[in-house]
Every structure is written in structure tokens, then in C-alpha cells.
């Protein structure tokens, strides 16, 4: 086998500000472990933190936070560890910088990974162009980018002003799922959904995203992003442009980049009525909640994407915490057929066929017919055609995008105009909106939600195991 060509732009150190907090040990660290153990991180790792740690602790917590993910080969584990630096420090001081410019050493082309609350991220990018360490760089911004249009606006405008913009990568690791990336193969590999992907056989679309779970003691952050920030506006605004748009002109991230800020920027802004924010009882004792906070657990939007394929179809978006179980799935409801010949070819629920795509407890794809029942009668029944799609090896979404943004593929990070656009749509109804509903623990969000869909057959609940939903 001929030996693989190492990519000569490919980033030669990972820095990881915010080493020693809890995205870094719950997802980073067993990210990179992986990476060595499959012999795609080779390179030094400095990690950045203003703890007052040394380099001892960091390595104690970077164990500790990989034994808690799987049982580690000793040989793999000291290989990262050997390779891992750090630097402390205070982001908002020079000495900081100066400090990390030598650690990189010899190192030309660094890629800066924020794992840090979002309000330090212009503090960061400006503090390491100013140190004069943005030069063939790359910097790697965790979601969410920006709070509204305008804040993302000027987010964008120092990241532009210190890095080239094919040097800026912003993370959503929602798009690292394989699921997720097999709506858009599923979509253009298959040449029978085409003809019925359109206003004129799909009557509506649902996305829910559910989790069992509160806040998880993150009160604090949870009060600062919501629901809609959280995840309407990047995770199922993600799988929105990839269930909606236009066929890409070429095989390239950049013209799937194009096609997918288009959905974005067809998106009819939201107004109050298309809204419903919950928040779940017990929510406000939750610590480092206000004990009059409105801040939304639960939403569930309606909207209108203006553009020739789907015009006046309507699409539904919901999640939230403390729901009766955690699943992702998108169904996409099918117009009933033209001419009603069998009685019961139009249920009266109005569940006519459908496709159905989960992405987590596990991957699915389903497709829901109707079939005779023996005897004479020309009655039947919808059963689903069930594709299970498990794949056991698969790279964890922080693995695939830390090592794509270090070879600097930016086919599953987020373009700039997208970014914009997404807050447009949703800026409406940021801070203008009706009070959070309460909701019980375990069910399905306020009742408020099922009027939202009322008038086209209700909400589609996700199941949770291995078999079709009901």
C-alpha cells in the first residue's frame, strides 16, 4: 500500500484554550485520545487555561477525563500526554500570549481551538493577533456564535480583521454526527426522493431534538442562551438547510456552503405567533438560575422557507429538556394521494405516508406505506420499511471536525453569511416574545406547542429503542 501523503498545510500544534474546563474534559480530551489512538494527531497539544494549574494537574485531569469515556491503551495515553503542554494565564493579559509564543517553538502553523464561554472569544482572537501568533493560523470557534444578528455581526468582524476567512472554523458538532451527514448523501446518492422532495408531495416537515435531562447543574450558561440560541438556531437550523436545499452545481464544501446559506436567507423571519417557548417546573431552583427567570427550556417554532421548492409548506421545530425520552428524528409528511380510490388511503389522522430520519438514540432511515390487509376488503394498514444504520467505529463528531479543521476542511463547518443570516431569521423573536410556559417534568412541553401544529395532524412523537415508532 503506498505510503499517504501528509497534507504540507495541515496545522503542526493544536492549542486548546480552556483546557481545564468541562467541554474540554467531557468531549476534547477523549477526542484527542482517539485521534492518537488512530494515528491522526501526531503533533503537540498546549493547552491554555487561567486556573492556576501546572502542566501535572492538566495531565491528571486529561487521564481522568478519558478513563470516564473508555478503557485506555496505556501506550496511546502516554503518547498524548507526552506531547501535551501548557501555558497559564489570563486571557485579557499580554504575558499570556507571550508565554504561548514559546511554547509553540519551532511550530508555523497553529490551530486555536476556544473551547471558552463565548464572551471571551473576541478577547482571545484579538489578544493573539495582536501578539502577532494569527499568522498561517487557524482559530476553531465553538458555538454559539454570537447572542443575536448584531452581536454576530461584530464577532465576525474581528475574527475577519485578524484572520482570512478560510482560516476560521466554526464548530458545530452537531454537523460531525455520521447521521447527520447522511441526510445530505441520502438526499443526492438516491434518484427516487427528487420528483417528491417539493411543495407538491411533502405537506409539512417536523425536527425534534428531546432530551430527558435538565440543565445538568449548567444553570448559569443555560441563562445566557435559552433554547432558541441553544439549539434551534445552529442544530436544527443545520438540519433545515440540509433536508431543503437545491442540489450543489459541483462536489465541493464551498458549493454546498452556497446552497445552504440560500435556505437560510429564504427563511421568512419568525414572528410572535409562530413561537412557543416552556420552561419545565423546577427549572428556577436549578443552581445559578434567577428565581424569576424566563428563560426558555422548551421550544417549538413554525416556519416558512421562500423559496420555489417549498413554498408554503410549513416546518416544525421543536426541543427541549425533561421530555419523556433523549432522540433526534426529522419526519417529513407526505401529501396524501391525488384521488382518494381506497377508502382508507386518506387516514383520518392525517398520517399519510411519510420518511422518516432518526439520528439518535440511533441512526434510522423509514419509510411509511400502506399495505392491504388479507381478505376481500380493499382496506390496509401504514407499515414502516425500516433501514437500521449502525455503524460501529465511527469517528466521534469532535473527533472528525478537530481533525478536518487541522487539515483545513471546512466542508462541516459554518460560513460567515450563514452564520448571519440563521440570527436573521430568528431576531425577531429573541426579545420580543410571549413569557415562557411552564411544563411538567417527563412530558411533551406546554399544550400551547400542539396548537402550533394543530392543522397539520399534531407532533410526531420520536421513539426512543431500535424498533419503528408507533
Known amino acids: 500500500?503506498?505510503?499517504?501523503?501528509?497534507?504540507?498545510?495541515?496545522?503542526?500544534v493544536l492549542v486548546v484554550f480552556g483546557a481545564t474546563g468541562d467541554l474540554a474534559h467531557k468531549m476534547i480530551f477523549p477526542a484527542l485520545y482517539a485521534m492518537t489512538r488512530r494515528g491522526v494527531l501526531?503533533?503537540?497539544?498546549?493547552?491554555?487555561a487561567s486556573t492556576n494549574w501546572n502542566l501535572a494537574q492538566l495531565h491528571k485531569r486529561t487521564e481522568d477525563s478519558i478513563k470516564k469515556s473508555c478503557k485506555p491503551e496505556r501506550q496511546t495515553l502516554n503518547r498524548l500526554l507526552s506531547n501535551l503542554h501548557y501555558v497559564d494565564g489570563d486571557y485579557r493579559e499580554q504575558s499570556t500570549f507571550a508565554a504561548l509564543n514559546k511554547a509553540l517553538g519551532k511550530a508555523r502553523r497553529p490551530a486555536y481551538y476556544l473551547a471558552i464561554p463565548p464572551e471571551l472569544f473576541a478577547t482571545v482572537i484579538q489578544g493573539l493577533g495582536s501578539a502577532g501568533l494569527a499568522d498561517h493560523a487557524r482559530v476553531i470557534v465553538e458555538k454559539p456564535f454570537g447572542r443575536d444578528l448584531s452581536s454576530a455581526r461584530k464577532l465576525n468582524a474581528v475574527a475577519s480583521a485578524v484572520f482570512p476567512q478560510d482560516s476560521i472554523f466554526r464548530i458545530d458538532h452537531f454537523l460531525g454526527k455520521e447521521a447527520i451527514m447522511n441526510i445530505l448523501y441520502f438526499r443526492f446518492a438516491n434518484s427516487f426522493l427528487e420528483p417528491i422532495w417539493n411543495r407538491n408531495y411533502v405537506s409539512s416537515v417536523q425536527i425534534t431534538l428531546a432530551e430527558n435531562f435538565g440543565v445538568k447543574g449548567r444553570g448559569a450558561f443555560y441563562e445566557t442562551a435559552g433554547c432558541l440560541r441553544d439549539v434551534i438556531q445552529n442544530h436544527l437550523f443545520q438540519i433545515v438547510t440540509l433536508l431543503a436545499m437545491e442540489p450543489p452545481a459541483y462536489r465541493d464544501f464551498g458549493a454546498v456552503h452556497n446552497e445552504?446559506?440560500?435556505?437560510?436567507?429564504?427563511?421568512?423571519?419568525?414572528?410572535?405567533g409562530d413561537l412557543v417557548r416552556g420552561q419545565y417546573l423546577g427549572y428556577r431552583r436549578?443552581?445559578?438560575?434567577?428565581?424569576?427567570?424566563?428563560?426558555?427550556?422548551?421550544?417549538a417554532l413554525r416556519l416558512y422557507i421562500d423559496s420555489w421548492r417549498w413554498a408554503g409548506v410549513p416546518w416544525y421545530l421543536r426541543s427541549g429538556?425533561?421530555?419523556?425520552?433523549?432522540?433526534?428524528?426529522?419526519?417529513?409528511?407526505?401529501?396524501?394521494?391525488?384521488?382518494?380510490?381506497?377508502?382508507?388511503?386518506?387516514?383520518?389522522?392525517?398520517?399519510?405516508?411519510y420518511l422518516r430520519f432518526r439520528f439518535s438514540p440511533s441512526s434510522a432511515i423509514a419509510l411509511a406505506a400502506r399495505v392491504k390487509r388479507i381478505g376481500k376488503e380493499f382496506v390496509g394498514e401504514q407499515r414502516e420499511l425500516l433501514l437500521l444504520d449502525q455503524q460501529d467505529g465511527a469517528e466521534t463528531p469532535y473527533e472528525r471536525l478537530l481533525s478536518d479543521a487541522m487539515e483545513g476542511n471546512g466542508a462541516l463547518f459554518t460560513r460567515e453569511d450563514a452564520v448571519e443570516a440563521a440570527w436573521k431569521a430568528?431576531?425577531?423573536?429573541?426579545?420580543?416574545?410571549?413569557?415562557?410556559?411552564?411544563?411538567?417534568?417527563?412530558?411533551?412541553?406546554?399544550?400551547?406547542?400542539?396548537?402550533?401544529?394543530?392543522?397539520?395532524g399534531g407532533w410526531y412523537n420520536p421513539g426512543f429503542g431500535d424498533a419503528a415508532a408507533d
Not at 396524501?336 to 382508507?344: G, M, V, W
Not at 410556559?437 to 401544529?453: F, N, Q, T, V
Request: hydrophobic residues 35%.
Open 260 to 272: 445552504s446559506a440560500n435556505v437560510l436567507r429564504a427563511m421568512r423571519p419568525l414572528k410572535s
Open 286 to 299: 436549578e443552581p445559578g438560575v434567577a428565581k424569576d427567570s424566563d428563560v426558555e427550556t422548551y421550544c
Open 42 to 48: 501526531n503533533v503537540p497539544v498546549i493547552g491554555v
Open 321 to 353: 429538556k425533561c421530555l419523556p425520552g433523549t432522540a433526534a428524528e426529522v419526519h417529513v409528511q407526505l401529501r396524501p394521494p391525488p384521488q382518494r380510490l381506497f377508502a382508507d388511503s386518506a387516514p383520518a389522522d392525517g398520517r399519510a405516508n
Open 1 to 12: 500500500m503506498p505510503k499517504q501523503r501528509k497534507n504540507p498545510n495541515a496545522s503542526d
Open 426 to 456: 430568528v431576531d425577531p423573536v429573541l426579545y420580543r416574545h410571549a413569557q415562557a410556559i411552564p411544563y411538567r417534568k417527563g412530558s411533551w412541553g406546554p399544550r400551547e406547542a400542539d396548537r402550533l401544529i394543530a392543522a397539520d
